[in-house]
């Protein structure tokens, strides 16, 4: 059976550049039937949204639930389960209508009870939830006004709350079976999503089939009905030589995370597409502790900043891949500062002469010493090594040595540990994933003394009042000129290094079409075919 | 012979129990905090946190943790994935299977490639052949079952289209993965085959065999061959042993479901009931392959029963 499609999903053959969502080929006929076999790099931890851990976990949670709004990729937040919403003058509550014709692939119909228990079970210690905490956040309480009608009241006003609530983490899940299976609903998962569960063999496959009630896609992507594929078929193969040959052999349709150098080499392959999205959020930074010295003093940072060349670093690991950093947030974010751009050059003999100026003098070993101290840098990564990130700290370690700087790399996926209970390290690593630009005050708002320590360790008031009030400001005018002070200040102060957007990739056979990707980077495949 | 199957069928027990300890004892003494990787520490209040710990008996004592462990196993109960809740013995048992059949296939292969390589390369010694059984053993150690495993694919799925990469269903899946595997113990095998029967060939009683006229075939396969056994099969004991830690490897890269992978992921994610279940069961069997090659030993040679 084929029927007519109104578009197709943006692709984009491997240039380098992030695809355009919304850019649309050619039109084309969608043909309905078949199984996506689609390669996952590592399993997933739980099919519970509120309980998974895992960003791979969000791929598949994507096809079996949905969410009370959607977030476009110009930043836009639009309706998908609630219809509408009124925002509290004081900003501390949200009103949602909601769709009436909605039912949870158990058959329970989506009503306001379902919204309440979805997001009050985040909050209940006894659900164990992980990631989805910190996103929900400043949620209070639900009142639910009517059956279709829900007020959401939060302890703060926060300008990342709706965003956040378009995520997967804060999916809807069915209260039905969600009481019922209790701690194993991550593996018995229900939702309102194009496809529901089938099965789940651990570090083999999870199926999934298509809803054929599905009637309520959001704006995102074209086919607001049910899916043209009959199933989606996701394998779990870790080794990415592997997941690659799979692709090429046809074992299976599509795989994701390409390795950078077969991004390059599949762009000669025919048969094969690659998709390449760059993801939103921090970018992976490097951030250096300001509670050790010397880094607390700007000069010393100023000096690492100017000595570690990420363009080297970027071009030599990634071949090109992946585009370089240069703010603490990625391009796409809303307020991203583009004028940070080709802000820093690497400049060695400037990085030397403030190192001299504070003191720190190079000894016969090449090493600068200041007080009988030799000026070493504690550099910390989480194995293994993701994204290569493990090489980033040995060529750094190169670099520095031209600065007198000696640069020892911890190798440990004890960071819990070492970095946030210790605080022992000197520069460390991480990204996130946000389409917010609030994901900022979690690093670099001065600490409540008593939560967990931000990685900088940044205690700025000037960037604290910005924060706070980028958290709540309702102008977006307002907005985007707050984070774009808070961006400048931290490069200016070197509080941190910028390194690189990860891109996600997927590299799929020709005949995969209209695979689409949300603003974080993550599948959709409402719009995908396989043609014949 | 009952007498030497009852004192190693003792000893066997022991060294289950041992090992029950040791790896208790070692997930014990290890840092870190197994409640921290199971949650986002930020995302939780301490009373939240320290109610887990209590829940999951991380605050009672070595002694009261090592008697309810002993106990619980004993009792056929290994616990809970701490990451999923998900009882850990069907967890095992389900891909226990998979590695079984991959542990048997290889030794099949690495058994027939490499006595096979190794009685001809003995037998025509400076040959091509034996240059050939030489060459394949040096691979068959030098190589890393990653890297074998990863052109292997290249090859036969990627290239010529003949096997799937990946997977664990069905016959043809397990090909690749037990070609690679298999072809470590091969080097082992023709290697320790081939010297142990250039020496058995040299004993008086082959040449006196040979004076007696007895035909070559039957003084190289009946006497020599037997004679060079013995080393062959505590070689393959070892290696169906090493297979164990081999298939953790082999299965990643094959996208195999096995135990391999679980004890991997386990470890990774600090999930110790996990880990104690995969290393028990690994003991298990370590000791039950063991055992079959001693008391092979008393089947083939008649030494052995007569020395006891």
């Known amino acids: 059976m084929i029927i007519g499609l109104t578009g197709c999903g943006s692709t984009n053959n491997g240039n380098g550049k992030s695809a355009e969502p919304g850019k649309q080929e050619a039109k084309q006929a969608a043909v309905v039937g078949g199984d996506l076999t689609y390669a996952l790099a590592t399993s997933p931890d739980s099919l519970d949204p509120h309980r998974s851990g895992l960003a791979v976990a969000v791929r598949v949670l994507r096809t079996i639930y949905d969410s009370l709004v959607v977030q476009l990729p110009d930043g836009s937040i639009k309706p998908w389960l609630a219809t509408e919403w009124t925002t509290a003058p004081d900003g501390l509550s949200y009103t949602f209508k909601l769709r009436k014709d909605v039912k949870f692939h158990d058959g329970t119909p989506f009503t306001a009870e379902a919204v309440k228990f979805s997001y009050d079970r985040i909050l209940d210690p006894a659900t164990k939830a992980a990631n989805s905490v910190a996103l929900i956040k400043p949620y209070k309480s639900s009142e639910i006004i009517d059956d279709y009608t829900i007020k959401i009241n939060l302890e703060t006003p926060s300008r990342a709350f709706l965003g956040n609530l378009s995520q997967a983490l804060l999916g809807i899940v069915s209260p039905t079976s969600a009481k019922k299976f209790g701690d194993q609903f991550g593996k018995n998962p229900v939702g309102s999503g194009p496809f529901t569960f089938v099965k789940w063999e651990e570090n083999a496959t999870i199926q999934v089939k298509r809803n054929p009630d599905y009637a309520w896609a959001p704006e995102l992507v074209e086919n607001k009905g049910k899916s043209y594929l009959d199933q989606i078929t996701f394998s779990i193969v870790p080794e990415e030589a592997t997941r690659i040959g799979s692709v090429q052999s046809k074992q299976v349709l599509a795989g994701e995370t390409v390795p950078p150098q077969n991004i390059v080499s599949l762009k000669s392959d025919t048969s094969v597409q690659v998709h390449q999205v760059n993801t939103t959020g921090l970018p992976y930074t490097l951030f250096i502790n300001q509670r050790k010295t010397p880094w607390n003093d700007v000069k010393a940072r100023q000096a690492l900043q100017a000595a570690i060349d990420v363009d080297a670093i970027v071009k030599t690991l990634y071949l090109g891949t992946y585009p370089r950093s240069w703010s603490p947030l990625t391009p796409g974010v809303i307020g991203y500062d583009a004028s940070l751009e080709n802000g820093i050059k690497p400049d060695v003999a400037k990085a030397n002469k403030l190192l001299d100026e504070l003191g720190w003098v190079k000894g016969t070993d090449g090493v600068r010493v200041k007080d009988g101290k030799k000026l070493t840098l504690h550099y910390v990564d989480g194995s293994p090594n993701r994204e290569k990130r493990n090489d980033i700290a040995v060529i750094i370690q190169q670099q520095l040595k031209q600065i007198g700087v000696v640069v020892e790399v911890e190798i440990t996926k004890d960071t819990a540990n070492v970095v946030y209970t210790k605080g022992d390290y000197d520069i460390y690593g991480n990204s996130q994933v946000n389409t917010d630009p609030n994901a900022l005050y979690a690093f670099y708002h001065t600490g409540d003394p008593k939560a967990r320590p931000t990685l900088p360790g940044l205690a700025d008031p000037q960037v604290d009042k910005w924060l706070e009030q980028g958290a709540i400001e309702p102008d977006d005018k307002k907005r985007v000129d707050l984070y774009k002070q808070v961006q400048k200040a931290i490069i200016d102060q070197a509080v941190i290094i910028p390194i690189y957007v990860f891109p996600y990739t997927v590299a799929a056979s020709k005949t995969v079409k209209g695979l689409k990707f949300d603003p974080l980077g993550y599948p959709l495949f409402n719009d995908t075919f396989i043609q014949k | ?308």
């Open chain 2, 1 to 308: 012979m009952a007498r030497i199957i009852t004192e190693r069928l003792i000893v066997s027990l022991l060294v289950i129990l041992g090992s029950l300890v040791l790896v208790f004892c070692i997930l014990y003494l290890l840092p870190g905090d197994p409640v921290l990787s199971m949650i986002d520490p930020s995302s939780m209040t301490p009373e939240a946190i320290a109610n887990l710990r209590n829940q999951l008996g991380l605050n009672e004592p070595f002694y009261v943790q090592f008697g309810h462990y002993v106990f619980s196993m004993l009792h056929g109960d290994f616990g809970k994935s701490l990451l999923n809740s998900e009882p850990v013995l069907p967890k095992i048992l389900k891909h226990l299977p998979a590695t079984l059949a991959l542990t048997l296939a290889s030794t099949l292969i690495s058994t027939v490639l490499g006595v096979g390589l190794g009685v001809l390369s003995a037998i025509h010694r400076n040959r091509l052949i034996d240059v050939v059984a030489r060459i394949v053993g040096l691979f068959g150690i030098s190589m890393p079952t990653f890297w074998s495993g990863i052109l292997l694919i290249l090859i036969f799925s990627v290239s010529l289209g003949w096997f799937p990469a990946m997977g664990s269903k069905g016959l043809i899946t397990l090909v690749l993965p037990s070609l690679a595997l298999g072809f470590v113990g091969a080097g082992f095998i023709v290697r320790m085959v081939r010297n142990s029967m250039l020496e058995v060939i040299n004993e008086h009683f082959i040449v006196t065999l040979r004076a007696k006229g007895v035909s070559e075939k039957i003084v190289m396969y009946r006497h020599a061959l037997r004679n060079a056994l013995i080393p062959a099969i505590t070689i393959i004991g070892i290696h169906i042993g090493d297979l164990l830690a081999g298939t953790v490897v082999i299965e990643t890269v094959f996208s195999r479901q096995g135990i391999g992978r679980i004890l991997a992921d386990a470890i990774m994610s600090k999930d110790l009931p996990v880990v104690q279940g995969v290393v028990f069961f690994s003991a298990i069997i370590y000791v039950l392959v063991n055992l079959l090659v001693d008391i092979s030993y008393v089947f083939i040679d008649p030494r052995v029963r007569r020395t006891q």
